[in-house]
């Protein structure tokens, strides 16, 4: 980081970065999500025969010119044809042939009356209403053509294109196969599944790194984390380059003593920049090894997932033959936001069109969880005020309620995704007091709910309470009860309807008051969940 470079420099760097790929040849099922490789066109016409597209009867429309519930056309049924069966049937003048939605039409049948318009008796039908020429029928290639194009090569194969591909008789197609190999760094690093260890944290980077690149398309390869030991390092860095087109790295790529990787790849390859002039990531680097892109992420795992899709899953997409569009919704800023002067990718909650920064910093991964995407503070602002208006680009949910303080949340019935933004009852109630919050729930109200205490009481403060008689801190009541199901605490106590949900007999104690304020509109929807509970 000799010298740090711009943000949109560094994107035109990339921009001209090439990474190979192999062609594969997949069946249809397996190929959800990946890039043709060659266009596909249809062998058949779709549909591949004239068709009926009711159940009903075919009939010569002029014969039934008229028709209605008081003059009904009187018809002799000349026939019968299923689905899936091949007649050739005509329909003579004053005839009809009973037919099943999806069979063969008549050779000379030009409409089909549906079932419901009809009456069968003695062996005649009785039409009630006239079809048009050509009503109910579906023509042979008038949806596809043999010879059309059904999917176009650099097209990324979705539902819908294999329900096309799938109806033209396609078994298997030829995609784009580009490795991309992933590897953590860090002495500190376990992989998921192993036993948690002092001064250890599990790999996150990796999992959220191979989710995001199988989303764009291309094969993911978990190569495996590399200690920080310069052989390990170089022997992991070399069987990516064997297995892989290009390699994403995560850790090890800022200038302290530990960092080694940087420094591999500048002896190994050519290091073409290290540094942008950015937050989160500004110790993000690009390099080639062996003619493979090496694209060096940061280690925490909010940063490594904003840098990534902000600068490297538009190289990828590009190099597989499309464009990525990320979906980017407008906002207004809920809270005011501070900055440091520079350009920052923020990560942000997005609650309906309001706006809210992640504070917990980019090393927690709760920040990646929770966050709905980020938006781009520019190098100067400092300030960005309550309602400034921002785009989003998502890679998250967007939620449709923001609460705060107690949990009693989750005892209403919401309609659609809702956030808890803060624990704390009081900081709740003044966030909703600043119109940041839609409900606030806390202790101290007009609702009386039953609370009891669950497990074995033991030594003062062995037992907890959540927001009743806290002797421990819990986030909610299912964190609670979690702690005495991992035997954390001896004996909790809780409110008598989450005693209910989790299947908890509590010794009844005593009530508790609980409230809640909340915009008028959710005023009777939540008033209407804890009347219920009211003693």
């Not at 022997?235 to 892989?244: G, M, P, T």
Request: charged share 30%; with cysteine.
């Amino acid at each position: 980081m000799r010298r740090l470079i711009e943000a949109e420099q560094a994107k035109k760097i990339l921009s001209r970065v090439k990474i190979g790929f192999d062609v594969l040849t997949l069946p249809l099922h397996l190929s959800a999500g990946r890039v043709i490789a060659e266009s596909v066109y249809s062998p058949i016409n779709i549909p591949p025969f004239r068709r009926a597209t009711r159940d009903g009867f075919a009939v010569l429309s002029d014969d039934v010119v008229g028709a209605d519930e008081r003059n009904p056309v009187i018809l002799e049924i000349s026939g019968k044809i299923e689905a899936g069966e091949f007649r050739s049937l005509r329909v003579d003048s004053g005839k009809a042939v009973e037919i099943a939605t999806g069979a063969v039409m008549p050779e000379n049948a030009d409409a089909v009356v549906m079932v419901e318009n009809t009456e069968i008796r003695d062996g005649v039908v009785y039409v009630r209403k006239s079809p048009s020429p050509g009503e109910n029928v579906m023509n042979e290639g008038s949806d596809v053509m043999a010879g059309e194009v059904l999917a176009r090569e650099g097209e990324v194969i979705d539902t819908l294109k294999i329900g096309l591909l799938a109806g033209a008789g396609i078994g298997e197609v030829r995609v784009r196969d580009m490795r991309i190999g992933i590897v953590s760094t860090g002495n500190e690093i376990l992989m998921p599944g192993q036993k948690i260890e002092p001064g250890k944290i599990y790999d996150v980077n990796s999992f959220t790194l191979f989710s995001e690149i199988r989303k764009l398309g291309a094969t993911p390869v978990m190569i495996g984390v590399a200690r920080d030991d310069e052989s390990e390092m170089v022997e992991v860095l070399d069987r990516a380059l064997n297995e892989c087109h290009a390699i994403v790295t995560s850790g090890s790529t800022s200038a302290g003593k530990g960092d080694l990787l940087y420094r591999i790849v500048e002896r190994e390859g050519e290091m073409i920049f290290h540094g942008v002039r950015v937050k989160p990531g500004k110790p993000f680097f690009f390099g080639v090894v062996d003619e493979k892109p090496v694209f060096g992420l940061p280690g925490f795992p909010t940063s490594c997932l904003t840098i990534f899709m902000e600068f490297v899953a538009d190289v990828i997409a590009g190099n597989l033959g499309y464009r990525l569009n990320r979906k980017t919704v407008p906002g207004k800023v809920a809270k005011r936001i501070f900055s440091e002067g520079r350009k920052e990718l923020m990560p942000v909650i997005l609650v309906r069109n309001r706006i809210f920064p992640v504070e917990k910093g980019s090393g927690a991964i709760t920040s990646l969880s929770e966050s709905s995407g980020y938006i781009e503070i520019e190098e100067g602002e400092e300030i960005i005020d309550r309602g400034a208006v921002r785009e989003v680009k998502l890679f998250g949910k967007v939620y449709d309620l923001a609460v705060g303080g107690l949990d009693i949340h989750e005892l209403v019935e919401w309609e659609g995704e809702v956030k808890r933004l803060t624990t704390d009852p009081e900081l709740a109630r003044l966030e909703f007091m600043r119109g940041n919050l839609d409900a606030a729930f806390f202790l101290g109200g007009d609702c009386s709910i039953t609370y009891g205490f669950y497990g074995r009481e033991g030594r003062k403060g062995a037992v907890s309470g959540y927001g009743i008689e806290a002797d421990v801190y819990a986030k909610s009541h299912q964190h609670l009860v979690s702690m005495l199901r991992l035997g954390m605490v001896d004996g909790i106590y809780l409110l008598e309807p989450f005693a209910e949900r989790f299947g908890l007999e509590i010794k009844i104690l005593g009530s508790a008051e609980v409230g809640f304020e909340a915009v008028e509109w959710l005023e009777d929807k939540i008033e209407s969940h804890l009347k219920r509970f009211r003693k």
